[in-house]
């Protein structure tokens, strides 16, 4: 399975392992979803938790949009090809992964012009209080954004882990206008129960705001049945939407008449095109549309959504969880007394759709691995990270990774001068 001239001897329990990924792939519903991605021969990807593969229907789409709609339609296409709707259009079809009835999501500009739109909109319809929580765990972006809206509104910003802020909430309860957590610690991959958050949020009048972006097309997510008020999430990782693809974000219809946002772009405006100088929301979710979108990623992100035609997200998670425990099963059986710890929780319920592995030498490890085609990413300082897009991963895959993973680690192979200089993305 490798051609590293260091390769060791297979590991004890190998061969068991072998025939249980095959069995697990053999009976896997999903099997057949993996033809709609085009995966480069030879490569086991497990970095869908930060670019997803590409989709099979994504190249003819983007091709189209560009030599058609834009080459010949012109300016037409925003009325002759759908331009104008496809914010709305694209929000509907995320919609339908994260549990959101149509006409509460829209698509378009980045995850951080989302968080912060959303983010100070909700605080806004909490005055009078001054709290404002977020996690210490939480991807840098989203506590950047919380100290920002923070500063602009003057609100306390603190920073409550996951586990403690249903108890602050309830401690608190008066002073915090809004919660923002990620239902998925985006290092360890540690899963937290969203309906409880939000109904400890509710309970202390607060609003409950999520990230999504290592959730959104990994597992089931209910908005609407668990109250949430406001999301966002990032089109590129298991949604495949392509690198830089836009964000979404979701604003519960009955917060949608008083969604008051910073950015008020012309998108955004109750009748666009009269071209008033005074801003009128529109009555609907479209009041979250800013300015012109890039339509071509837009395109490009609505053709990836077409990977989940007939997939149920509860087929996903089940898929998920046989992956990622099978990963947990692969690495004690392989890696143990090799240095390895386990991060990610052995719970399956809390458990999102990656595993994370600590090692001292967590960066040359990864190097190698990607050296032989096997892909992943480590986060500082010693986090090896593995997504799971139940879409295309197969437990052969998950085998492959790990048999790899010891190979390196046994042979030394992450210590040569090539896997220990860094470069500016890891």
Request: hydrophobic share 45%.
């Amino acid at each position: 399975m490798t051609t590293d001239p260091t390769a060791t001897s297979p590991a004890p329990g190998t061969d068991g392992l072998a025939a249980r990924a095959a069995a697990l792939d053999a009976a896997d519903p999903l099997a057949a979803v993996r033809d709609r991605f085009l995966l480069p021969e030879g490569v086991v990807y497990l970095d869908g938790n930060s670019l997803g593969a590409l989709p099979a229907a994504v190249p003819p789409v983007v091709e189209d949009a560009v030599h058609r709609q834009w080459g010949t339609d012109l300016i037409r296409s925003w009325n002759a090809n759908g331009w104008w709707e496809a914010p709305v259009r694209t929000g509907d079809a995320i919609g339908r992964l994260i549990g959101a009835a149509p006409g509460q999501v829209v698509a378009g500009d980045s995850t951080s012009v989302q968080l912060f739109n959303t983010l100070l909109a909700a605080a806004r319809t909490r005055p009078g209080r001054r709290l404002l929580l977020t996690d210490p765990d939480h991807f840098p972006t989203d506590q950047y954004i919380a100290d920002s809206v923070g500063r602009l509104l003057g609100l306390d910003v603190r920073r409550v882990p996951a586990r403690d802020a249903a108890e602050v909430l309830a401690e608190e309860a008066g002073n915090v206008a809004v919660a923002a957590y990620a239902p998925v610690d985006y290092r360890t991959g540690e899963l937290y129960d969203m309906a409880a958050l939000t109904a400890a949020a509710h309970d202390a009048g607060a609003l409950m705001h999520w990230d999504l972006c290592h959730a959104a097309g990994a597992l089931p997510v209910e908005l609407d049945a668990i109250g949430a008020d406001f999301a966002v999430g990032c089109g590129y990782k298991y949604l495949s939407g392509g690198p830089g693809a836009p964000a979404f974000a979701y604003i519960a219809r009955r917060h949608q008449e008083t969604f008051d946002h910073p950015l008020t772009g012309w998108h955004g405006h109750a009748e666009p095109f009269a071209m008033s100088g005074a801003y009128a929301p529109a009555a609907d979710v479209t009041r979250a549309r800013i300015g012109t979108p890039a339509l071509l990623s837009l395109l490009a992100l609505e053709a990836a959504l077409t990977a989940f035609d007939g997939v149920e997200m509860t087929a996903v998670r089940e898929k998920s969880l046989s992956l990622t425990g099978f990963f947990q099963e692969c690495a004690d059986t392989l890696l143990d007394g090799l240095g390895f710890t386990p991060a990610t929780p052995r719970d399956p319920a809390r458990r999102g759709s990656q595993a994370a592995l600590r090692h001292p030498e967590a960066y040359p490890l990864v190097a190698a691995l990607t050296a032989r085609g096997v892909i992943g990413d480590m986060r500082a300082p010693d986090l090896l990270r593995f997504g799971f897009n139940a879409l295309y991963v197969t437990h052969a895959d998950v085998l492959r990774a790990v048999e790899e993973l010891r190979d390196i680690t046994v042979s030394g192979a992450h210590r040569t001068p090539e896997f220990q200089q860094r470069p500016t993305v890891t």
